[in-house]
């Protein structure tokens, strides 16, 4: 039996209840994910009290969240509150209050709590080494500087998409001079802080309104990818999409395709933050996180309990959820892999390809998770493996790799690759697709040498021999399954290799 | 911890192995299915004994399969044999050498059993109470009529696809003479057997060259639904795949789309047997069975654990294992499934729609499964819950029933629709989308009156008064997460039933 942990994030713009269950085999998935915005940060008095209205409307949501939580008898939940409540003069009573009367407790996070769990967040679930964050909220934004994955500084600053709107704009579409303002007024804040000048490092953004740039931009341009998280945006496409919302009324606002209704207000001085720490950093790589503070806070109870500072490695680790989730052999799955990684090896000795490292990990991914699609329905079930690969979040990967990933573990044919790819054409080259044909090949025979799924093909052995390359096979005969098997690929060999393969069986040594 | 049985499937043309997953919580699923064609019933000799040839073939094939088993640690195997076994002289000795050499014990099926087994899957997978169905093999022929969802009479016949290919046709495509007195001989063992002629029956076909006429046809006339099992053809559509086929050289044959290469030589003997029989019965209504001989074996044992004679209800069996195999809330999915059937029966007293139990059931189906594509991703569920509602077998509903259920289930809004209905337009008409449309809201309202998943909405009445319905529920107020998310979908209604809706909420009775 599994169980259910949720974490509630309250912050200035929205509150929010993310429900996560947690299968006894140790997957992990989103079952519930719950915003409303109510914006806190606005229910301010000239104190700096937050209101009696503005207590009732967290009340209120608070019991929704309450209600959800005890129908899935949740067991662990966690709350936090960010810069709104942080800030209000009658925090204490506020959350005593909402204790009493939701049975909630939260915990205020100060600044660097925040950045924390952000960068907790980006460093768990994307393959990045070097790079700073923002996180965008609505009353304070936080910047982390990672280096070799660990957090090296990081700083609170004290305006986020809320306030700066209503510091800067009046209440109609902002004027040139207010634009101006709010610009100059970034720029300094920015410049206090030297160690964001990291013109290589790329900037990701975490938050509501990073989440909504990427969107209106993914809309925009037709982005064919379905996936947020990981995307990848220039300086100079940070820029159009700004241009674009600041010249459009209210109105024109709410029918932007990707834009959040209740965020059209201050998604302009949301996106200028990025604009402006893109010029100050000087770099032109932008990457859009669907994972922020909530999942950092989630991550640390999780890591905790495993006694680990980080997920090692991002991307085993993922895999090997999915293996879990989606009831695959793994011994079956891991042997595949291994006899996969050995002839991608002994072929790129022989010279017959030219690819590295990057290209070995996706095959090596592709080939424990070739099998996924098999939970949905045997027949056709490369098809759904495709499906699935492209549709969950395979953390680490980037979207053309998810891709590449995806079309190597389902691959069977010419034909069917360029079917599936069409929709994705724009985020692969030529050259790509003939990798996927030489290493879905590769997968294919690592596959059938082990069609009974008994590991008995013991050592696979690639060598040159004159005009031909000889494959060696000790551990079953030629008339096992896993030749038979075979036999059915091995003619493809000579089209995606340029030499033919020629097969040895041998049941012993 | 699930555990994985199998079955072995010894006939006159192909030898099979299916290893099924039961999972813990009751759900069941395929892992491995794997067919070789050896073609038993033609290695006899003149003695009408079994070869050593095939013998030693016969075992090669099962010492693989008893690899596989062991690979999963299947828990029981079930092994039958067929009409080739059963007509060979040397039956015994044959299956004696077999369990010393693999550890496999066969049972000899009866012509009876054969039949039984095939009536037993047809049954527990299609909602059918009347139909005859014929199971075409290699050696043999079973029909059965099914009156009640009882076995009502059954002949095996011998006869099969390989046996008539090898009396009646020469080494090349069929003469008109050869075709003729082929089916003269048909015409004649059908006329034996007056039970079978019910003008009003659909023939239900099973089996591999079953299968293959269907995979043929869909391939001809580019059927767009992902599945076989349930595929309806007319009379006209078997002869027209008749006349191509037989026409064909065997070089031909081999590139005909959806036609496996083993079975060309054999296919239009084993249509032939189709043809005449829906001539002899006088129907027009043929339907493929994916289901088989097989699945009937393994049912037997699934039906004896439970004391049972038949799957009571074919596709409410199916929903519960769904929502078992994707992990869904079951306490909520009810609820909902409750609240839009009794919305269903108000709306339909008060003259608001025109739909019987047929859409209700689709309803109800719909509601119960709306939630599975949250396994795959939170985000976009409504596309998975659509992807996999159209990519699994759901016993018990056509194709049609299948797709509409599909669509209600991920039902969001008309221009959603029209994008996912658009590769099946063939599949259904005009007022099929409406009845989607009137039902997936209902939908949407019966999921926003259990939002919090706590089933707090205890009594929920629609009525008319004057020029708007009054949609009258209990147990939570205006501020609820339901009444919040319910008033999302309370605009559409208008558009849908013609006439405004309000709600009216009361905490208390």
Redesign the interface.
């Known amino acids: 039996m599994?169980k259910y942990s949720a974490v509630i994030d309250m912050g200035s713009n929205s509150v929010r209840l993310v429900i996560y269950?947690e299968?006894a085999g140790g997957a992990v998935?989103?079952?519930?994910?719950?915003k409303n915005t109510i914006r806190l940060g606005a229910f301010l008095d000239e104190n700096n009290d937050i209101t009696e209205q503005g207590i009732q409307e967290a009340i209120?949501v608070l019991r929704?969240y309450r209600?959800?939580c005890?129908?899935?008898e949740v067991s662990a939940v966690t709350g936090v509150a960010t810069a709104a409540v942080r800030n209000a003069r009658n925090c204490e009573a506020f959350l005593e209050q909402i204790y009493q009367e939701t049975g909630f407790t939260l915990r205020v996070l100060s600044g660097e709590e925040e950045a924390y769990y952000g960068y907790l967040a980006v460093v768990n679930t994307m393959n990045i080494t070097e790079a700073l964050t923002v996180d965008i909220g609505g009353a304070s934004s936080e910047l982390v500087k990672i280096s070799g994955r660990k957090l090296a500084e990081s700083h609170s600053f004290p305006f986020g998409a809320v306030t700066l709107t209503r510091r800067f704009f009046g209440h109609f579409s902002p004027t040139e001079a207010e634009i101006a303002a709010m610009e100059e007024y970034l720029r300094k804040e920015f410049s206090a802080y030297s160690w964001i000048k990291e013109k290589k490092y790329p900037l990701i953004g975490i938050g509501g309104t990073v989440r909504n740039l990427g969107k209106v931009h993914q809309k925009m341009t037709r982005y064919p990818f379905?996936g947020?998280h990981y995307y990848q945006m220039k300086k100079y496409q940070v820029d159009s999409v700004y241009h674009y919302l600041r010249e459009l009324s209210p109105a024109q606002m709410q029918n932007v395709e990707g834009l959040s209704k209740e965020r059209a207000d201050i998604i302009v001085a949301g996106i200028s933050i990025i604009k402006i720490l893109l010029e100050y950093i000087g770099t032109s790589k932008f990457i859009i996180s669907n994972k922020g503070l909530r999942d950092g806070v989630y991550m640390e109870a999780r890591l905790q309990a495993r006694n680990l500072p980080l997920i090692e490695d991002v991307v085993e680790e993922g895999v090997a959820m999915f293996m879990a989730n989606y009831?695959v052999?793994v011994?079956?799955a891991r042997h595949v892999d291994s006899v996969c990684r050995t002839m991608f090896d002994q072929l790129a000795r022989q010279g017959l390809h030219i690819y590295g490292e990057e290209e070995r990990r996706l095959l090596s991914v592709a080939a424990r998770l070739h099998d996924i699609g098999?939970?949905?329905?045997?027949?056709?079930w490369q098809?759904?493996t495709f499906?699935?690969l492209m549709?969950?979040?395979l953390p680490g990967l980037t979207h053309r790799e998810q891709l590449l990933t995806a079309l190597i573990a389902s691959y069977k044919g010419a034909k069917r690759l360029q079917r599936l790819v069409a929709p994705y054409e724009s985020l692969v080259s030529e050259a790509d697709l003939q990798m996927v044909e030489q290493l879905g090949l590769l997968l294919l025979m690592a596959r059938a040498l082990d069609r009974?799924?008994?590991?008995?093909v013991s050592n696979v052995k690639l060598t040159r021999e004159g005009k031909c390359v000889i494959l060696r096979c000790q551990g079953v005969d030629e008339?096992?399954?896993e030749a038979q098997t075979l036999e059915e690929h091995r003619k493809k060999f000579k089209k995606q290799f340029g030499i033919p393969l020629h097969v040895k069986w041998a049941k012993t040594p």
């Open positions: 599994g269950y299968a998935y989103e079952v519930d994910n719950i209120r929704q209600q959800l005890q129908a899935r379905p947020l009831n052999n011994l079956h098999r939970m949905i329905n045997l027949g056709e098809q759904h499906y699935l549709h969950v979040l009974t799924e008994s590991q008995q008339r096992s399954l």
